[in-house]
Every structure is written in C-alpha cells, then in structure tokens.
Nanobody, 114 residues
Framework: VQLQASGGGLVQAGGSLRLSCTAS????????IDWYRQAPEKERELVAA???????TYADSVKGRLFISRDNAQNTVYLLMTSLKPEDTAVYYC?????????WGQGTQVTVSS
C-alpha cells in the first residue's frame, strides 16, 4: 500500500492550496482517509477526515477554511485549503487505517507567509 501526497508549497496569508493524496495497492473506497499536520516542535494533529460514505469531520481550528473530499474513481482524497493563516504552516500527511495496519503518506510541506 502506498499513499502519495502532493500539492504543498509556499503561499501568502489568505491564499489557497489544494493537497492531493493518491492511494495504490488497496481498495480505497471502503476506507476512511485522514489528513494530519505537524508543525515544528509540535505534535501531529488531526486536521480533517472523510469516511467511506463521504462524511466529513474537521478540527475546530480549520472549520470553514479547509475542506476534504474524495474521488474513489481516482483513488484520491483532496484537502482544499482556503483563507490560509501562518499558523497553518506544517507538514501535512494523509493517513489510512485498516483493522490491521496504518499507512502514512510521505508528507507535503505547506508554508504560509504573513
């Protein structure tokens, strides 16, 4: 199983980015997918999650600004990030957990300048 994350970059405060995470080697559509982030010297935190039935949940800090979606035909989950703030600066990781294993993407850096 591989998760390939992409789409990070440098953006000014108030700007937008869209992250992508493409899965291979697994029946993608039956699993929930999460996005986590880890800022320097901070613990990794859950940002957003989407169930197999496309029900979404968000951390309070990102509600109304970040939006998670999935395209099962493309085995891809997206994180649309809008109204970005400097405190959103972090490495973003996609995650998939099964009953037996947990899988992480390689991380993609998002830097928001003020």
């Amino acid at each position: 199983v591989q998760l390939q994350a992409s789409g990070g970059g440098l953006v000014q405060a108030g700007g937008s980015l869209r992250l992508s995470c493409t899965a291979s080697g697994i029946t993608f559509s039956i699993y929930a997918i999460d996005w986590y982030r880890q800022a320097p010297e901070k613990e990794r935190e859950l940002v957003a999650a989407i169930s197999s039935g496309a029900i979404t949940t968000y951390a309070d800090s990102v509600k109304g600004r970040l939006f998670i979606s999935r395209d099962n035909a493309q085995n891809t989950v997206y994180l649309l990030m809008t109204s970005l703030k400097p405190e959103d600066t972090a490495v973003y990781y996609c995650h998939l957990g099964t009953t037996w294993d947990t899988y992480w993407g390689q991380g993609t850096q998002v830097t928001v300048s003020s």
